[in-house]
């Protein structure tokens, strides 16, 4: 049995290992901000998430404490690193980083451009 | 079992060091605003296995701590990039 719990905490400690690994590779390779964006933010969260679900299997069958705080930091990454990752490629494209090259189309040009059209004017205070 | 957790905290801490390069010579500010909040996820897990090295419970309340401060570090740096100030002055006019 312990045998079983132990493959099983270093089954899920070795997939999160190797994301965290990808997720260097992502960020070092990827040529513009959004594809690193890409790759930080989903491949980082299923790395974080499997090492904490690793050591909630530790806490749990090899010491007999049943965590409930990791349970909450599981459920905490899982929601706010997705929202991270989308306010950060937002701020990034409205202060002005192009993207590649190698990109094909940008619709979101012309939803930003009609937006800033049907802003107030700036006051004089300002 | 103990070698192997050793084995995993020294990967993380090494992409940590890689995730470093970008910080320092990423081409734009959002670059390094990237890097740094997949480093604060590196760090809660780099502070997990930790906790299972010491064999101690209490740095778990930690990962809690850390992953709410990172968050609101992400937040605040992404909204003084956009708009250039991070709690608005005047909330009135829109």
């Known amino acids: 049995m312990t045998v079983l719990a132990n493959s099983l905490i270093v089954l899920t400690i070795v997939v999160g290992v190797i994301f965290t690994l990808v997720t260097v590779i992502g960020i070092l390779r990827f040529p513009d901000v959004y594809t690193r964006a890409h790759a930080a933010s989903k491949s980082a969260t299923l790395g974080v998430l499997s090492i904490l679900l690793g050591v909630f299997f530790h806490f749990w069958f090899n010491e007999g404490h049943f965590s409930i705080q990791l349970i909450l930091g599981i459920v905490f990454l899982f929601i706010t690193s997705p929202i991270g990752g989308h306010l950060m490629s937002r701020a990034a494209y409205l202060s002005g980083v192009k993207p590649t090259v190698l990109t094909v189309g940008d619709d979101l040009a012309e939803v930003v451009k009609k937006a800033r059209q049907n802003q107030l004017p700036p006051r004089e205070d300002e | ?94």
């Open chain 2, 1 to 94: 079992m103990i070698t192997f957790i050793w084995i995993c905290l020294v990967l993380v801490i090494l992409s940590m060091m890689g995730l470093l390069y970008r910080v320092f010579c990423g081409p734009s500010i959002p670059d390094r605003l990237i890097a740094l909040d997949a480093i604060g996820v590196m760090i809660i897990s780099a502070t997990a296995l930790l906790s299972i090295l010491f064999a101690t419970r209490f740095f778990i309340e930690v990962i809690l701590l850390i992953a709410i401060i990172s968050f609101i570090g992400t937040v605040s740096f992404s909204k003084f990039i956009e708009k250039g100030e991070i709690i608005e002055r005047d909330r009135t006019s829109k």
